[in-house]
């Protein structure tokens, strides 16, 4: 089953824009996670915010969490056509192991 | 790179035969998770092993397998495959479970099954 739904599931910008995906999830979590993906290789990680965190920041990546509405949102500032890719946000439930649980992912297109 | 690597890169099977994917983590970690990626989808995890111990499972059948070794390298093995298995199988490696730490994913193993 699916923990976290992004929104929107397709999202396609002008190079130099900002771009905002969105994360919702159902339980606790323990943490949350963002990854990227290119042309169906693998994951790569891009941040990791903690259930008592709200907001994280890693280069041209911004990262909120509120936990009552059980909602994140990824923001990369100044897109460039390299961000394109496919974005995932995954949980880690509480008192679980390292089970991540992804949602089916938002696909970011940034035109040159 | 993460440091976490796996083989095959891709592979070509047919209905009912069974393979065996591999999976070398980072230096340092004692976890590997397993994950199964169908096109269009975001991934499904299927395993994970702890210090050579099966650390929870997903809602997979128990045709699909693992094993992890003294020195945290992984093996995931599919029996009696069906055209459904037909994924990406990704591997992640972290430094301890419990699911604070940053997973590290490998490039993954493109399946086929015909």
């Known amino acids: 089953s699916q923990q976290g739904e992004e929104d929107p599931q397709a999202l396609s910008i002008q190079e130099g824009e900002n771009a905002t995906m969105n994360c919702s999830y159902k339980t606790s979590i323990n943490n949350l996670q963002w990854y990227r993906q290119n042309s169906g290789r693998g994951l790569v990680h891009l941040i990791l915010i903690r259930s008592n965190e709200r907001e994280k920041h890693s280069g041209r990546l911004r990262v909120t969490l509120d936990t009552s509405k059980k909602s994140s949102s990824l923001l990369i500032t100044a897109s460039r056509a390299a961000d394109t890719a496919s974005y995932f946000c995954?949980?880690?439930?509480?008192?679980?192991?390292?089970?991540?649980?992804f949602g089916k992912g938002i696909t970011l297109s940034v035109r040159p | 790179e993460t440091g976490v690597t796996q083989s095959p890169t891709h592979l070509i099977k047919t209905r009912g035969q069974q393979v065996t994917l591999r999976c070398s983590s980072q230096s340092g970690h004692n976890t590997v998770s397993w994950y199964q990626q169908a096109l269009g989808q975001g991934p499904q995890f299927i395993f994970q092993?702890?210090?050579?111990?099966?650390?929870g499972r997903g809602n997979f059948p128990p045709r699909f397998s693992g094993l992890q070794f003294p020195n945290y390298s992984s093996e995931l093995n599919v029996n009696a495959l069906e055209l459904d298995d037909s994924a990406l199988y990704l591997c992640?490696?972290?430094?301890?479970?419990?699911?604070?730490?940053?997973?590290?994913f490998g490039p993954g193993t493109r399946l086929l099954v015909l």
């Open positions: 995954a949980t880690v439930l509480t008192g679980a192991n390292s089970k991540l649980t």
């Open positions: 992640a490696s972290s430094l301890e479970t419990g699911g604070r730490e940053t997973q590290y």
């Open positions: 092993y702890y210090r050579e111990e099966e650390n």
